[in-house]
């Protein structure tokens, strides 16, 4: 199985100031088309899973431009460039290359 | 509106059995993969099954296999996942979400449905 590593496991951030969050694969996330099956999802307190970004760094419709995706290969990271009041949750990385489809163990983001 | 609700959820006995249903609107049903999800209480998220549109592909998570089968119904519009021989840690929030295929990216989830298991 792909083992999907995120850190760190808590992120206190002040508002207004930028966040990161790292996602690491335990193999390559390319697959044999070229793409990279690597999503970001974001989970508020009390409320569904929520896609941020698909395929490393496509952000959703929807999702506001301070959310950025990137990486390659088994390394990737989310950003917020300035975290807001309703960025407060739980962020979780998932690889889609292959069976089973794995979710890394996911990153609660709080205000300090 | 795209929208997924599930349904089905309860309290069961260990070697139990139960049946979740999550119903789809909005958008072409027998177009999708579908997926169920499910979260523990406390717990991050873990993939569980997956079915192609016409239902001739089906994936689960190995410690479901054998127990769990996921099923649906494109003419109702109704994603199922019957589940057997339950055991207190299937205790969680299953979500049915939609895929987006090959890179299975879920973009819809449903509000998810709890399932307990205990004596």
């Known amino acids: 199985d792909v083992v999907m590593t995120q850190s760190p496991l808590s992120l206190p951030v002040t508002l207004g100031q930028p966040a990161s969050i790292s996602c690491r694969s335990s193999?390559?996330?390319?697959?044999?088309?070229?793409?990279?099956?690597l999503n970001w999802f974001q989970q508020r307190p009390g409320q569904s899973p929520r896609r941020l970004i698909y395929k490393v760094s496509n952000r959703d419709s929807g999702v506001p431009d301070r959310f950025s995706g990137s990486g390659s290969g088994t390394d990737f990271t989310l950003k917020i460039s300035r975290v807001e009041a309703e960025d407060v949750g739980v962020y979780y990385c998932?690889?889609?290359?292959?069976?089973?489809?794995?979710f890394g163990g996911g990153t609660k983001v709080e205000i300090k | 509106e795209v929208q997924l609700v599930e349904s089905g959820g309860g309290l069961v006995q260990p070697g139990g059995s139960l049946r979740l249903s999550c119903a789809a609107s909005g958008f072409t049903f027998s177009s999708y993969w579908m997926t169920w999800v499910r979260q523990g209480p406390g717990k991050g998220l873990e993939w569980v099954a997956i079915?192609?549109?016409?239902?001739?592909?089906?994936y689960y998570l190995e410690s479901v296999k054998g127990r769990f089968s996921v099923s649906r119904d494109n003419a109702k519009n109704s994603l199922y996942l019957q589940m057997n021989s339950l055991r207190a840690e299937d205790t969680a929030v299953y979500y049915c979400a939609r895929d987006t295929g090959r890179d299975h990216a879920f973009d819809i989830w449903g509000q998810g449905t709890m399932v307990t298991v205990s004596s």
């Open positions: 193999q390559s996330l390319v697959y044999s088309d070229g793409n990279t099956y």
């Open positions: 998932m690889q889609g290359r292959q069976w089973p489809l794995t």
């Open positions: 079915i192609k549109q016409d239902g001739s592909e089906k």
